[in-house]
């Protein structure tokens, strides 16, 4: 009688968890989808994906009933639940490839699993469960390892391209790579070996993970990578860039104050392509071209205002300077200097 309370007890909490998290996914998901404006692609997909996963939680309200909590109704939602997979293969390449979502991606990507929900449905049975495990556990891992290659690919070139990407940086992805690895483990767990309490350290963890995923993506611009192409022989350059000519171009014209500056901008100004001064940057000066114009804006500018006005705020200096943003700002500043902005500040006077 007393381990019927206690499972009883379990439940009740199961189904309040549930209830939280299907909310969740409800909220954004509407949010998103209708009453956001002037959302992008990027987020439409993210909208779609808390949709799916707001019908995925609300299933599990099924094992709360009484009767419901056995292995055959948990291998059910284990099969469903396998297919969730497809939504993070969805945000990951959305991230890094935009517009990389199809329908008939999905459905090619949707064959395994449909394929091994059929034959659970001909074959229950442990092996089938087992052997869907193991599926989703090469799925994953390869999906993960695509995406960090990916990842990586995509940092260096928002580096190598631009000035200003505080809306386009993927680094963040990282982070959500760890978490979502923990997640997913605690979620294969509980899955294969039927535990109440760890089911609501996976809602929990389910609900960190997106807060996270939202965090980042909320205003985020994915961006697609260009190949720079190739110009006539007539058009191209004679020869690389010279010792100076980039440092001179970028002091008198004072590029680094334009916020939004991109490589290209640089190569056009200079008369030359992308390449040379990618080159230029990375072998020359061992630097990407945001960190090179990060480091002009603070010796060019931020410094010496900092010297000249100190009754000046940060937020001023970072603007003046070329900062599109105060995290940009205070990052690229600590790098330089070993120092936050304002201990510089104290430092000096």
Known sequence: MRNFARMADYMNISSFFIGVTTTFFTIFALHILFWRKG????????????????????????????????????????????WSALAYTAFVFEVVSPKWTTWRRMLLLSVPFATFTLAFLLRPGDEMVYAYAAFLWFYAWTIVGIGWVKVQRQIKYVRDNFSNIDRIDVVWLKPVFAFAIVSQLAWLATSLYADVVADIFYYISVILLWLMVLKYSWNFHPIEMETEKKAPASQKPTSPINEGALEQVVEEQRLYLNKNLTLADLAMALGTNRTYVSNYLSKTRGQTFYDYINEMRIIRMSIPLMREHPEY?????????????????????????????????????
């Open 313 to 349: 705020k940060l937020e001023h200096i970072a603007s003046e300077s070329g900062f599109a943003s105060m995290s940009t700002f205070r990052r690229a500043f600590t790098k330089l200097t070993g120092q936050v902005p304002s201990q510089f500040t104290v430092t000096e006077e």
């Open 39 to 82: 959302r992008t692609h990027f987020q439409t997909i993210l909208g779609y994906i808390m949709a799916i996963w707001a019908i995925w939680n609300a299933k599990d309200l099924i094992v709360t009933f009484p009767g419901m909590y056995r292995k055959e109704v948990l291998n059910w939602i284990f099969l469903i639940d396998g």
